[in-house]
C-alpha cells in the first residue's frame, strides 16, 4: 500500500487533505455529464461526500494510505484508488486512466460508495457452530475445522464423495476459485461443482461456444466506441452495468446508431435510434426474423459466410418461416421495426451486439443466444474493431472465477472438458486424486437431486441460493433438509440460516488475487484493509480444511495459486499477477509469458476445429408456462441500480436504503386502470408457486399483460413465484424472465402484510 505522505511529495499534509476535498467535489461535478457518475454525486450529494470529507479532514494524512483496486460488485470492472486507514474504507476515487482501461474516469454509485457493509452490525467476525439446543454460538476456528472435517467425511463414509456438492462464488477471486474446483475433486470426490454463471449466463457461455468456439465477448470495452451501430436486447445497461451505459450513451449522443429491445423501455432506450417494445419469453423468433429479412433482401455479408462460416443453407431454411407477420402475430415487433433494425444491421459497416439476462434467462435461452450469433456471423460483424459480441457478465468475477477458473460440474479450467481423457489425467496427475469421468449436478440440478435423495451434503461459498435460486420455496426446504450444509460468506445470509457451520469470509477489500471482467481482461484485486474480527480469506480457509482432510496444500499467497492455475491452463499461459499488475491487466487467450494477450476474438479464426462459425439453425421457441385465464400476466424479474441481488451489500447503506429499501411491481396503466390499482397501492403477485405482495410502479414504460419485479429483499422473495424444474436444455439456465402470474390489488390491511416465512437478513438493520 502506498502512503498518502509519498503520494503528495510536493503538499504539506493540509494541502493533501484540502486537494482530496477539492477533486472529490469537482470530480463529483465535472462529471453529472457522465451519467454514473452522476447518479453517485446525485444520490447522496452533500450528506455522504461531506461526510467523506469530514472523515478524511479529521484524519491525521500520514495515517491514510491509498491503493488500486477493482471493483467487487458488477463485471463491468472498474478500478479505483481506495483511501483508507487501514481499517475502514474512507473514500474511492478513479485511478489513472491507464490503470482502469473500462471505466477511464468514471465509477457507479456501488462504486463509489457502497463499502458501509465492511463494517456493518451483520459482518461474520468468528465461526459458528450449533450448540445442544440447535441454535448458533460463536467457536473458535479449531472447533469450526473439527465439525466441517467431521460433517463432510460422514457423508463421503455414508454415501461416497459424490453425495456432496459444493456452490462457488463468483464475488471470490480466480485463485479462490481455481481452489474451490479443486477441493471439490480433490478433497472431496465431487464434480458437483458450480455457481451462479448458472443462473446468469450459461447459456450464453453454451451458445457462444457452440457457434464460435469461445463461450465470452468477443470485443473489449473500447470496441463500443469504434462501432457505427450498437445493437442491445434483454440488458437494462444503466441500471446493471453502469459504466459501461454511461459509455454507450455517450457514443449514442455522438450520432451513431444505437438499437435496443425490451420489453420494458429501460433507461438505455431513452437514447436509442430505435427502441422496439418485445413481448417477453419469444426472442427467437423476431431475432430469426431479422435473420430471415437480411437474407431475404441479400443484405448479408456473403463473402464473411463464404469463408468463415458453416451451416448457412441450414440457417436460412430455418427462419423461412419467421414472415414479418409471423414475428408481430408472437412477439409484438412490428414489420416495420424488423425492416428498420435489419437495414441499421446490414448497412453499417461495425455493428456490435450487446446482450444479457433478457435472453439468456429462459427455458431456451441457449436458442436465443445461437440465434443471435448466426445474426452477427451472417453480416460479418465479428474479429473486426467495433464489431462482436458482447454478453455483459454480472457478477464481478462471474467471467474469472465463475467459468475460466473451472468450479464447474463438466470442465476444469480453461473450459477443459472433463469428460475427456486427456484432460482428466493431467488434472489427476496434478491434484493427485481419482476424478470421475462422470460431469457432476448444475446448481439448478442440485436442488432437484437433493430432493431424489441423490445429494445430502453442500459447501457453499459467498452465494444465497435460498433467496437466488428458482422456486426459492424449494430451495430453502432442501436447504433444510440437506444432512450437512456449511456456509462460508461475509454474513449470516438467509441461507447461512439453514447452516450446520458457518465461517466468516473477508470481502475483496480484505484481500489479494485477480478478477477477470466481461471483456476476458484479469485485474489486480488488492488488500486495501486488515480482515474484520477472525474473518480469513477463502482461499486461507480451504487451504486449512483441505490440510485438515490429509491434503499438503502450501500456498502462502495467491500469486503461488495463479502459478499452479496458469501452468495448467492454456488460454491463461501467460498470466501471472506480476504481469497483470505491471501491464494494468492482460485479457485471455493469453498462452505463454511472452503472448500480449488477446483484445478482440475471432480476427483470423473461430475457436472451432476448422477455424470457421458452425452456425446452428434456431427454430420457434417458448415459454414453459404460457399466460392463461387463471394466471393472464407475464412476469419478468431483475434488478435496480442501486441494489445487488440479495442486498447482503448493499442494505447496510444507508444512503442507497433512502432511495429504494423495497421491492415493487411495474404494471402498465391500461391493466392498473382496469385493477383498480394506483401507483403505490400494494398488490399481490400469484404464481403457481407462491405469491407476494410489494407496492405498485404505475407506469407505460411496462408494456400491458407485463408486470416486473426486482429481486432484492428477502421479506418480498420474488423467486417464491418462479420455478425450479423449467431449465433451459443444454444450460440448465432457469426461466427467471418468465412466469405466469395473476394480480390483485391486495384486501388485507396494509399493516398487516404478512411476508411470509423469510427471515430478514443480518447487516440488514
Ligand atoms: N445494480 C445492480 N447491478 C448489477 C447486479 C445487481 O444485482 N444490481 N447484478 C449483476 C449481475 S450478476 C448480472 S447477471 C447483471 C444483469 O444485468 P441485466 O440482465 O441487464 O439485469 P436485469 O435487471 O436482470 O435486466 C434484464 C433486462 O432484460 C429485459 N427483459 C426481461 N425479459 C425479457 C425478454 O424476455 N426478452 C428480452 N429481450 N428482454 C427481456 C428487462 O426489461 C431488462 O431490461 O447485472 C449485474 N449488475
Ligand atoms: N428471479 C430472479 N432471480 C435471479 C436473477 C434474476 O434476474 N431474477 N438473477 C440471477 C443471477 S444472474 C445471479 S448472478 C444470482 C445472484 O445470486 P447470489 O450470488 O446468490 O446473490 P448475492 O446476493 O450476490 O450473493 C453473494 C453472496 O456472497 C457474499 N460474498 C461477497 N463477497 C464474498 C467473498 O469474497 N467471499 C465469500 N465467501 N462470500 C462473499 C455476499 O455476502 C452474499 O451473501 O441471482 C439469480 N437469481
Ligand atoms: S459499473 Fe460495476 S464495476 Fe463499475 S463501479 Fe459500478 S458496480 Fe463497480
Ligand atoms: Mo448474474
Not at 337 to 366: M, P, Q
Request: glycine share 8%; charged share 25%; with cysteine.
Amino acid at each position: 500500500m502506498t502512503n498518502l505522505d509519498e503520494r503528495t511529495t510536493d503538499d504539506d499534509e493540509k494541502n493533501g487533505v484540502a486537494s482530496f476535498m477539492q477533486g472529490a467535489k469537482e470530480q463529483a461535478l465535472k462529471n453529472v455529464e457522465h451519467v454514473a457518475e452522476g447518479t453517485a454525486a446525485g444520490t447522496m450529494p452533500e450528506g455522504k461526500l461531506f461526510d467523506i470529507a469530514t472523515q478524511i479532514s479529521d484524519k491525521r494524512l500520514a495515517d491514510l494510505t491509498v491503493e488500486d483496486t477493482t471493483c467487487g460488485y458488477c463485471a463491468v470492472g472498474c478500478r479505483f484508488d481506495v483511501y483508507t486507514d487501514g481499517d475502514e474504507v474512507l473514500a474511492t476515487r478513479p485511478t489513472e486512466p491507464e490503470k482502469s482501461p473500462v471505466n477511464g474516469i468514471s465509477t457507479c454509485v456501488k462504486g463509489k460508495f457502497s463499502y458501509d457493509f465492511v463494517d456493518s452490525e451483520g459482518r461474520l467476525t468468528s465461526p459458528l457452530v450449533r450448540d445442544e439446543n440447535g441454535e448458533f454460538r460463536e467457536a473458535s476456528w479449531e472447533e469450526a475445522y473439527g465439525r466441517v472435517v467431521e460433517g463432510f467425511q460422514e457423508i463421503q463414509e455414508k454415501y461416497g464423495g459424490s453425495a456432496m456438492s459444493m456452490i462457488a462464488s463468483s464475488k471470490a477471486t480466480n485463485e479462490e476459485n481455481y481452489l474451490m474446483g479443486k477441493f471439490a475433486r480433490q478433497v472431496l470426490g465431487t464434480n458437483s461443482v458450480d455457481n451462479c454463471n448458472r443462473l446468469c449466463h450459461s447459456s450464453t457461455v453454451a451458445g457462444l461456444a457452440r457457434t464460435y468456439g469461445y463461450g465470452a465477448a468477443s470485443v473489449s470495452t473500447e470496441d463500443f466506441e469504434q462501432a457505427d451501430a450498437i445493437f442491445l436486447t434483454g440488458s437494462n445497461t444503466t441500471e446493471a452495468h453502469p459504466v459501461l451505459g454511461t459509455r454507450i450513451k455517450q457514443h449514442a449522443k455522438e450520432g451513431n446508431e444505437l438499437v435496443v429491445f425490451d420489453p420494458r423501455k429501460v433507461q438505455i432506450a431513452e437514447y436509442a435510434t430505435q427502441y422496439t417494445k418485445v413481448r417477453p419469453g419469444f426472442d427467437q423468433v423476431w431475432i430469426n426474423g431479422l435473420t430471415r429479412y437480411i437474407i431475404e433482401n441479400d443484405l448479408y455479408d456473403e463473402e464473411f459466410v463464404e469463408e468463415r462460416t458453416t451451416g448457412f443453407e441450414q440457417v436460412k431454411e430455418s427462419v423461412e418461416e419467421f414472415t414479418p407477420e409471423y414475428v408481430e402475430e408472437v412477439t409484438d415487433v412490428s414489420e416495420e421495426d424488423i425492416a428498420s433494425a435489419a437495414e441499421t444491421i446490414a448497412n453499417n459497416d461495425r455493428v456490435l451486439f450487446g446482450w444479457t439476462l433478457g435472453l439468456t434467462e429462459h427455458s431456451h435461452g441457449t436458442e436465443n443466444i445461437m440465434a443471435m450469433a448466426n445474426l452477427a456471423a451472417i453480416t460479418g460483424n465479428l474479429g473486426k474493431p467495433g464489431t462482436g459480441v458482447s454478453p455483459f457478465r454480472g457478477q464481478n468475477n462471474v467471467q474469472g472465477g465463475g467459468g475460466d477458473m473451472g468450479p464447474l460440474p463438466d470442465n476444469f479450467p480453461g473450459y477443459q472438458s472433463i469428460t475427456d481423457d486427456d484432460n482428466r489425467e493431467k488434472f489427476e496427475e496434478a491434484w493427485d486424486c481419482e476424478i470421475d469421468p462422470e460431469p457432476g449436478f448444475y446448481t439448478t440440478e442440485m436442488f432437484l437431486a437433493a430432493d431424489d435423495g441423490d445429494l445430502r451434503g453442500m459447501y457453499c461459498i459467498g452465494e444465497n441460493p435460498s433467496l437466488s435460486e428458482p422456486g426459492s420455496n424449494h430451495a430453502s426446504e432442501m436447504l433444510e433438509e440437506m444432512e450437512f450444509l456449511v456456509v462460508q460468506d461475509l454474513f449470516l445470509n438467509d441461507t447461512a440460516q439453514f447452516a450446520d457451520v458457518v465461517l466468516p469470509a473477508v470481502s475483496f477489500l480484505e484481500k489479494t488475487g485477480t478478477f477477470t471482467n466481461t471483456d476476458r481482461r484479469v485485474q489486480m484485486v488488492k488488500q486495501v484493509i486488515e480482515p474484520k474480527g477472525d474473518a480469513k480469506a477463502d482461499w486461507e480457509i480451504l487451504q486449512d480444511l483441505a490440510n485438515r482432510m490429509g491434503r499438503e496444500w502450501d500456498y502462502s499467497e495467491t500469486s503461488e495459486i495463479m502459478e499452479e492455475m496458469r501452468q495448467l491452463t492454456p488460454i491463461y499461459g501467460g498470466i501471472t499477477q506480476e504481469r497483470v499488475e505491471e501491464e494494468g491487466g492482460l485479457q485471455w487467450p493469453c498462452y505463454d509469458l511472452d503472448h500480449p494477450g488477446t483484445e478482440r476474438l475471432y480476427e483470423e479464426e473461430f475457436n472451432t476445429d476448422d477455424g470457421k462459425a458452425h452456425l446452428q439453425p434456431v427454430g420457434y421457441g417458448e415459454p414453459g408456462e404460457l399466460p392463461d385465464e387463471e394466471y393472464p400476466f407475464s412476469l419478468t424479474t431483475g434488478r435496480v441500480l442501486y441494489q445487488y441481488h440479495t442486498g447482503t451489500m448493499t442494505h447496510p447503506e444507508e444512503g442507497i436504503m433512502d432511495y429504494n429499501d423495497r421491492d415493487f411491481v411495474e404494471i402498465n396503466p391500461e391493466d392498473a386502470a382496469n385493477y383498480g390499482i394506483e401507483d403505490g397501492d400494494l398488490v399481490t403477485l400469484e404464481s403457481r408457486r407462491g405469491e407476494i405482495t410489494v407496492p405498485a410502479q404505475v407506469t407505460a414504460r411496462i408494456g400491458k399483460g407485463v408486470v416486473f419485479a426486482p429481486i432484492h429483499f428477502a421479506e418480498t422473495c420474488v423467486n417464491q413465484l418462479t420455478d425450479s424444474t423449467r431449465l433451459d436444455p443444454d444450460a440448465r439456465t432457469p426461466e427467471f424472465k418468465f412466469s405466469a402470474v395473476r394480480v390483485s390489488p391486495y384486501e388485507g390491511d396494509a399493516e398487516q402484510v404478512s411476508y411470509d416465512n423469510v427471515e430478514p437478513i443480518s447487516g440488514d438493520d
